[in-house]
């Protein structure tokens, strides 16, 4: 347990010398209704931003704080919600989603709210969550097909390539104390031969980690899904929505919510807060709005009402291409952040943005939308020969991203259910593509990744799956959609303690921050977990509502799940497997050997 864990789960076993247990989480037991505070009703909340923090955010204002849904109003620079869970287009132009979020059981604030949200097309009494379940339950995901390399070749992905000092370091790491890799990347830490194996190409392509990133934040998301090791080969630790996440969880929840007369604001962007800051207290007193007409405006605050800030963005400046045009890539526009910066100039609790978005060369990349029109398309053909999944059947099919080991773009692409679009006809099958390494030079397509227009891209993606043969049949039933994000990985920069601001900073009665660059205990970023762990944080801390945040799953101190790890990165032998078996035979606990 951190130290300021305590803050956030209150209610834990307590052993005989008044230490917390380890694994505090008590069940069913801290699911209860909350008392909100006895003004609540006469209280106003204004979120900053429509991102799913935000949306999950007011959820919990309304659920659990018992605020009425009239007095919250969501602020937003955009003409609609969802920040960076996007999904839209037509048989015109093409369908595009900038990203998706992998998914797994064990994201327990958001599913403790999607519980609670009627389902997309299901009728009541049934839930987001019940919807997400029987879809995944009923069709599992898992990748037959999740590397390949010369022209569309399978690669054998289940031993992960890494020598005994490679997995001395992964346990090194995991043993560290987290300060020990402030400011440190993943290259500081793991020689060339670590970045090399399977593993690691596995690893960075899930999670879209470079190396020059941050070794803190690689250490988090080790402790975090150590449970998914066993599962990375094939993806099968992994579920996803029917639908791209927009409709799939955006949609529902903003139906809720306007149901409950929650207020949207759009094209309005919030570009600072007035603060009256003494020694020990940090009350928002006004709102600074800027609205796309260019004209301005000031919401008065008072004390007791709240303030929630979505600071930073990982999907700011977006650059759109097509077909015949790159997508623009907007180097270090800084729009969507002036609101951190200026409230860091207030206070040295608020962070230091600058530490996030000041080099924007090492967050910078590409995703692609693919739209393949037509039954009998190639890439389709392709994909089916791949995995052995029908594209269009409605079910599973990639079952994750499709690496290509031997790309320089270090390209990727998945195919989730089709239809992934409401209004997307039948004998489409639209697939999400990125580069993470969009600088360096094409193989077939010798330019960088940014410089390419959608057609360019496409033929460098029919090169590594082998289907440049049949270029022209592609290119004439294919619409390309392309995003160029300058910020979609700033969140794991190299970082320190205090670079992020704390959910609640340090003194501020009516303020609380939201999101992907706020610190959380013992939790990792560009999740939806993430997002929905700090909206339960923010809520439940400035309304001082008697229930406990969930705690992360524990798996990190799970002999089960260290175990199966341990055999995962040790390419399927399990360390010391003849000893333990020797030890454990015969006894209760013989079982737990994976």
């Known amino acids: 347990m951190t130290n300021t864990q305590h803050i956030y789960q209150k209610t834990y076993p307590i052993s005989p010398d008044g230490n917390a247990y380890v694994h505090n989480d008590l069940g069913l037991y801290t699911h209860n209704h909350p008392v909100p505070p006895k003004d609540v009703k006469e209280r106003k909340a204004y979120l900053v931003g429509s991102g799913i923090g935000s949306l999950i955010a007011a959820a919990f204002l309304i659920r659990d704080g018992q605020m009425p849904g009239e ?22 132009k093409g369908f595009i989603a900038r990203g998706g979020r992998e998914m797994g059981q064990h994201f327990e604030c958001f599913w403790d709210i999607m519980r609670d949200i009627p ?28 590397v390949i390399k010369s022209g569309g070749q399978k690669v054998d992905t289940y031993k992960m390539g890494i020598n005994k ?64 090791f066993p599962g990375f080969s094939d993806l099968s630790c992994l579920r996803f929505s ?29 570009y600072d807060l007035d603060m009256e800051i003494t020694a020990h207290r940090k009350v928002v007193r006004a709102i600074d ?21 979505t600071n930073g963005s990982l999907t700011e400046c977006t650059g759109y291409g097509d077909m015949n045009h790159p ?57 089916k020969e791949m995995t052995g999944n029908d594209p269009l059947s409605g079910r599973t099919v990639t079952g994750g991203i499709i690496t290509v080991e031997d790309s320089s773009w270090c390209i990727s692409l998945t195919m989730n259910r089709q239809p992934q679009f409401h209004g997307q006809p039948k004998d489409w099958g639209v697939a999400w593509a990125y580069g993470l390494y969009p600088f360096a030079q094409g193989d077939y397509v010798k330019k960088p990744m940014l410089e390419c227009t959608g057609e360019e891209i496409l033929a460098e993606y029919c090169y590594h799956f082998g289907l440049l043969s049949e270029f022209d049949e592609i ?16 969140f794991f920069m190299p970082r320190g303690k205090g670079d992020r601001p704390q959910v609640i900073p340090e003194g501020c009665v009516n303020l609380a921050f939201l999101g992907q660059f706020v610190e959380t205990p013992d939790d990792c970023v560009f999740t939806t977990e993430g997002s929905a762990r700090t909206a339960m944080m ?47 035979r015969g006894t209760y606990f013989e079982d737990i050997l994976p």
């Open 289 to 309: 709005t800027r609205h796309r007409d260019g004209t301005t405006d000031s919401i008065a605050v008072t004390d007791k009402d709240l303030v929630f800030v």
């Open 242 to 270: 029917k639908y791209n996440q927009y409709d799939s969880f955006v949609v529902p929840l903003v139906r809720w919510l306007e149901d409950k007369g929650v207020q949207f604001v759009y094209d309005t962007m919030v």
């Open 327 to 383: 997508a623009p890539y907007h180097r270090n526009a800084t729009d969507g952040w002036e609101l951190w910066r200026n409230l860091a100039k207030k206070s040295r609790v608020f962070g230091r943005p600058q530490v996030f978005c000041s080099d924007t060369d090492k967050t910078v990349w590409e995703s692609v939308s693919f739209n393949f029109i037509g039954e009998n398309h190639p890439f389709l053909r392709k994909i």
């Open 119 to 146: 389902a997309l097309e299901m009728p009541a009494p049934y839930t987001v969550l019940d919807e997400f379940r029987i879809t995944n339950e009923n069709d599992p995901n898992i990748s037959p097909c999740r």
């Open 165 to 228: 000092k490679g997995q001395r370091a992964m346990v090194k790491l995991l043993l560290a104390k987290e300060e020990d890799t402030y400011y440190k990347s993943i290259e500081d830490w793991f020689d060339q031969d670590f970045l090399d194996s399977m593993f690691y190409t596995l690893w960075k392509t899930m999670f879209a980690f470079e190396q020059w990133q941050s070794l803190t934040e690689m250490k988090r998301y080790m402790h975090r899904f150590l449970q998914y």
């Open 538 to 584: 923010a809520v439940y801390g400035l309304l001082d509502l008697d229930r406990d945040i969930p705690p992360i799953w524990p798996a990190q101190y799970d002999i089960r799940a260290l175990l199966a790890a341990a055999k995962t990165m040790n390419s399927g032998k399990l360390p010391g497997e003849k000893m333990l078996t020797r030890l454990l």
């Open 71 to 92: 007095n919250i109003t969501i602020l937003e620079e955009l003409a609609v919600p969802g920040g960076a869970f996007d999904g839209n287009g037509d048989t015109d």
């Open 475 to 490: 290119k004439k039933n294919t619409k390309v959609r392309l995003a160029t994000m300058p910020y979609i990985t700033a």
